[in-house]
C-alpha cells in the first residue's frame, strides 16, 4: 500500500517548499523506502516550457523530454531517481484533459464541475505517480501557499486523499514562517497559527508544521505552536536558515522527522543512513581551497533561471573539496573591449543555456576570450553554438557568421534550424526535448571526462549545428568528441590545443547529482583549479 505526504506551505511562498519536500524524500530513502516526488501547480499555463525564466525561473527538462518546475530537480537530486511525465501537474494539463473529454461526450450529458471533475483528475494523477512507480511513499508538494484562490482544487482533492486511501495512508506536513520581529528581537508563531486555521478551514488538518525562521527557534516556540496548532509536540520541526540547502535532511532527520513519519504511517523502514549526505556537507562546509567561476549569461539577476547549473557547479567543486565562488556576469553588459579586464580573475568560465539575440555578442567575446586565453569553458547548449559561432567568425574571416536564430539572414548559418523544427508552429513542447545517445569519440576530452562510449543526456533546443561547417571548423581547431549514433548530429564540440574548452548541446546540468557530479563539471573544475594555479 502505498503512503502520500503532502506538503504545504503558509504565511508566505519561497520558503523552499521544494527542498523541504525533496529532504523528506531523502530521509525516506535513507532508510531503505523507495519514493517519488510529485509537483502539483496551480497556475493555467500547460508547462513552463513556454514561460520567461523571469517569471519562472528555470525549466527543469526530465528524461522523457517533460519540461517541468525547477524543484523536480531538487527532487532529482536530493533522491537520485530520476521523475517522469506525471511528476509535474497543472492546472492547465487538469483543464485541458478534462475539456477533451467533455468535447468527446464523455460526460454524456453531465454538468463538468470542479467537484468532483477537476478533483477527481487531480487524484487521478496522484494516483498514477504511486501506480507508475511503485514506490513505498508519494510526496505531494503542492505549488503556492494555502489562502491562494487557485491552488483551492488541489487542496480540496488531497484533503478527499485522506478518506479514499485512509488516515493511515497519509500525512500533511504544512511548511510555514516564523516572522522575526526586530524592535523586541523576538520570533513569531501568530501568521503560523493563522495558516493552520486556513488550513483547517478546508478541511485539512496538519500532522506536521515545519516552521522555517531565520533566528534559532527555542523550545517555548516550539511547545506554543503545537499546542496552538493542535499538533503532536515531536512533529513541529524547526527549520532555521541553513549556509546549504543540502543540509535540510540532516536537520530534518536530527529534529525527528524520520522517526515520526514511520511511525505515523506505519512504514516498514529500516534506521536511516544519511553517512554520505554528512560527508557531503562536511565537504561543501569546510572546502580546502577555492575555485572562481564566471557564469556569462543573460538572466544573470536572477539566479533561479540558472539553478541547475550553480548546483552542478557546486557538486563539482565540493568533489574537488573546493569552495565555489560565482561571478554572475551579465553577458548584455560585456563588450568586447572590456571582457578580459572583465573575465581575468575567473579559473574557468561557463556560458549557459539561452534562447533569442539579447546578450549574444558578449558571450561570444567571453568565448574568444576564452579560446585565445586558454581559459578553460564549458560550454551549455547555447554555450557549444556561441562557441562555434565565435571559432567560425575567425575561420570565415566574417564577423557575420552566426546562428539563424539570432541573424536569419546571415551568409553563413552555423548554427541552424534543425530539419524537424522547420515549420512548426505550436511554441509549447515542440523543441528537441529529453535524452538522446550521444557517442563518444575515442582520445576526446568528453570521452576521457565520461569514461564510457555512450552517454544518454537531456536535451531542449531549437537549433544545432550545421554539418556544412563541419570540415572547416575542424580544420580551424574544433573537435567533434560526441554526435549522435547516426553522426548526423553534433552533441559535444571542443578546441583542440586548449586545456579544456567543451561546449555541449545538451544541458549536463539535468544529470548532476550531490555525490556524483556530471563528469563534465567535474573535469571542467578541475581544469579550472589547475589553471588557477597557474594563473
Ligand atoms: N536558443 C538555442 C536553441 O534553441 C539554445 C537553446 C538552449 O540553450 N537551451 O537551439
Keep these: 500500500m502505498t503512503r502520500y505526504i503532502f506538503c504545504t506551505g503558509g504565511v508566505v511562498s519561497s520558503l523552499g517548499k521544494g527542498v523541504t519536500a525533496a529532504s523528506v524524500g531523502r530521509i525516506l530513502k535513507a532508510r531503505g523506502l523507495s519514493v517519488v516526488i510529485q509537483k502539483l501547480d496551480p497556475y493555467i499555463n500547460v508547462d513552463p516550457g513556454t514561460m520567461s525564466p523571469y517569471q519562472h525561473g528555470e525549466v527543469y527538462v526530465l528524461e522523457d523530454g517533460t519540461e517541468t518546475d525547477l524543484d523536480l530537480g531538487h527532487y532529482e537530486r536530493f533522491t537520485d531517481v530520476n521523475l517522469f511525465r506525471h511528476a509535474n501537474v497543472t492546472t492547465g494539463q487538469i483543464y485541458a484533459e478534462i475539456i477533451a473529454?467533455?468535447?468527446?461526450?464523455?460526460?454524456?450529458?453531465?454538468?463538468?464541475?470542479?467537484?468532483?471533475?477537476?478533483?477527481?483528475?487531480?487524484?487521478?494523477?496522484?494516483?498514477?505517480?504511486?501506480?507508475?512507480?511503485?514506490?513505498?511513499?508519494?510526496?505531494?508538494?503542492?505549488?503556492?501557499?494555502?489562502?491562494?484562490?487557485?491552488?483551492?482544487?488541489?487542496?480540496?482533492?488531497?484533503?478527499?486523499?485522506?478518506?479514499?486511501?485512509?488516515?493511515?495512508?497519509?500525512?500533511?506536513?504544512?511548511?510555514?514562517?516564523?516572522?522575526?520581529?526586530?524592535?523586541?528581537?523576538?520570533?513569531?508563531?501568530?501568521?503560523?497559527?493563522?495558516?493552520?486555521?486556513?488550513?483547517?478551514?478546508?478541511?485539512?488538518?496538519?500532522?506536521?508544521?515545519?516552521?522555517?525562521?531565520?533566528?534559532?527557534?527555542t523550545p517555548d516556540l516550539l511547545d506554543k505552536i503545537a499546542l496552538f496548532g493542535d499538533v503532536d509536540r515531536e512533529a513541529v520541526i524547526p527549520l532555521e536558515t541553513a549556509d546549504t540547502i543540502y543540509k535540510v535532511p540532516l536537520m530534518l532527520e536530527e529534529a525527528g522527522l524520520g522517526n515520526y513519519l514511520v511511525r505515523r504511517l506505519h512504514l516498514d523502514a529500516g534506521p536511516p543512513d544519511l553517512d554520505d549526505w554528512r560527508d557531503l556537507v562536511?565537504?561543501?562546509?569546510?572546502?580546502?581551497?577555492?575555485?572562481?567561476?564566471?557564469?556569462?549569461?543573460?538572466?544573470?539577476?536572477?539566479?533561479?533561471?540558472?539553478?541547475?547549473?550553480?548546483?552542478?557547479?557546486?557538486?563539482?567543486?565540493?568533489?574537488?573539496?573546493?569552495?565555489?565562488?560565482?561571478?554572475?556576469?551579465?553577458?548584455?553588459?560585456?563588450?568586447?573591449?572590456?571582457?578580459?579586464?572583465?573575465?581575468?580573475?575567473?579559473?574557468?568560465?561557463?556560458?549557459?543555456?539561452?534562447?533569442?539575440?539579447?546578450?549574444?555578442?558578449?558571450?561570444?567575446?567571453?568565448?574568444?576570450?576564452?579560446?585565445l586565453n586558454k581559459v578553460p569553458y564549458l560550454g551549455l547548449c547555447l554555450g557549444l553554438q556561441v562557441m562555434v559561432i565565435e571559432l567560425a567568425r575567425h575561420a570565415l574571416s566574417d564577423e557575420a557568421a552566426n546562428s539563424a536564430e539570432f541573424a536569419p539572414g546571415t551568409a553563413h548559418p552555423v548554427v541552424d534550424l534543425m530539419l524537424e523544427q522547420r515549420g512548426i508552429k505550436d511554441m509549447g513542447g515542440t523543441m528537441r526535448l529529453g535524452a538522446y545517445p550521444c557517442v563518444l569519440q575515442e582520445g576526446t576530452k568528453a570521452r576521457a571526462a565520461y569514461g564510457v562510449e555512450c552517454v544518454w543526456e537531456r536535451h531542449r533546443h531549437r537549433y544545432e549545428i550545421n554539418n556544412a561547417y563541419r570540415e572547416i571548423l575542424q580544420e580551424a581547431g574544433m573537435v567533434w568528441s560526441g554526435l549522435s549514433p547516426k553522426g548526423n548530429l553534433v552533441e559535444i564540440g571542443e578546441i583542440r590545443d586548449h586545456p579544456w574548452m567543451v561546449g555541449s548541446q545538451f544541458h549536463p546540468e539535468f544529470k548532476t547529482r550531490p555525490n556524483r557530479p556530471h563528469p563534465l563539471f567535474r573535469e571542467f573544475i578541475r581544469a579550472a583549479i589547475e589553471h588557477g594555479a597557474r594563473r
Excluded at 489562502?147 to 486511501?165: C, N, T, Y
Aim: net charge neutral; charged share 30%.
Design 282 to 371: 562536511h565537504r561543501l562546509r569546510h572546502p580546502r581551497g577555492e575555485v572562481k567561476i564566471a557564469l556569462v549569461g543573460k538572466y544573470v539577476g536572477l539566479h533561479d533561471a540558472y539553478l541547475s547549473v550553480h548546483e552542478a557547479l557546486l557538486h563539482a567543486a565540493a568533489y574537488h573539496d573546493c569552495k565555489l565562488v560565482l561571478d554572475w556576469v551579465d553577458s548584455e553588459k560585456l563588450e568586447k573591449k572590456d571582457v578580459a579586464a572583465r573575465l581575468c580573475q575567473s579559473d574557468g568560465i561557463v556560458v549557459p543555456g539561452g534562447f533569442g539575440e539579447r546578450g549574444i555578442e558578449g558571450m561570444i567575446a567571453t568565448a574568444r576570450y576564452a579560446r
Design 101 to 217: 473529454r467533455e468535447r468527446r461526450g464523455d460526460f454524456l450529458g453531465g454538468t463538468v464541475q470542479v467537484i468532483p471533475h477537476v478533483t477527481d483528475e487531480i487524484k487521478r494523477r496522484i494516483r498514477l505517480m504511486a501506480e507508475e512507480s511503485g514506490a513505498d511513499v508519494v510526496i505531494v508538494e503542492i505549488g503556492g501557499t494555502v489562502g491562494d484562490i487557485e491552488s483551492l482544487p488541489f487542496l480540496e482533492a488531497i484533503r478527499q486523499m485522506r478518506k479514499d486511501v485512509g488516515p493511515d495512508n497519509v500525512c500533511y506536513i504544512h511548511l510555514t514562517l516564523l516572522p522575526y520581529i526586530g524592535a523586541t528581537g523576538e520570533l513569531k508563531t501568530k501568521p503560523t497559527q493563522h495558516s493552520v486555521r486556513e488550513l483547517r478551514g478546508i478541511g485539512i488538518h496538519p500532522d506536521v508544521l515545519a516552521c522555517r525562521a531565520d533566528y534559532p527557534i
